[in-house]
């Protein structure tokens, strides 16, 4: 992740920015059930490159850690005046990384650089001013996660755009936590939103006069009760209630 026009800051704001946005990042971990203290990350002033092994909580990452992160920025830059608010360009990358003398290394860790500096995550945040962040997941992460359906992310709220920096050239998808919908396409690659599995059509209530559809007549031989001692993960869970009539 990086901040945003970072380089138009004083000294002063510019040594704020470092020592507020570890901070808050932080925060933003332990609000989804991280400790950062446990990943390798690489500082680098307004900019932090974070490595955490695989453990099956990845969709955590790309869900509830991106949440907790809008949150903290939102609650951040209330009181701020617009040129001292934070506002953060993160991407999401999943391959082999390795340790080297120098930092990290690997392909996984270039393809991550790139995407950062995806001219789709600067026209993002130019285009919302309100937005405090911009989103973007690597092809292999969206489909992995968000397609695979481990996130209570839809499809629908990101758009697909293609990244070319350098000698960097893949498809990515973009999201902006702010905003209800995917945000509008860009010039810089093919931008068409992607949008979920359709909605199947439901039947219609129950008339007065009995038509076909969903009854609210009370039929005790129906119901089922299922009974759960202690805490239940039902994150991405859909409860319905009631009776199909038949």
Known sequence: MDAQAYGERNDRRQSETQHDLPRLLDRAARGAGYDR???QIQ???????AVRPVDGTEPRLVDDYVRHLAAEL?????DRVPRARLRLRTVVHQGLVELADNGFAGTAVVATARLLNAPALYDALAAHPEADLAVLLSDDVFRSHVAGGHTTLRTGDFTRVTVHVKEYEAPAWLRVPALDAAPASHEHGSAAPV???PT???PAPAAAGGEPGISNDYRADSINVTNMTGPVDARGAVFGF????A
């Open 195 to 197: 949008s979920g599995e």
């Open 37 to 39: 203290a446990q990943w």
């Open 43 to 49: 500082r680098k002033g307004d900019e932090q490159l």
């Open 242 to 245: 009631g009776s199909t009539g």
């Open 200 to 202: 199947a059509e439901r």
């Open 74 to 78: 939102r609650e951040y830059n209330s």
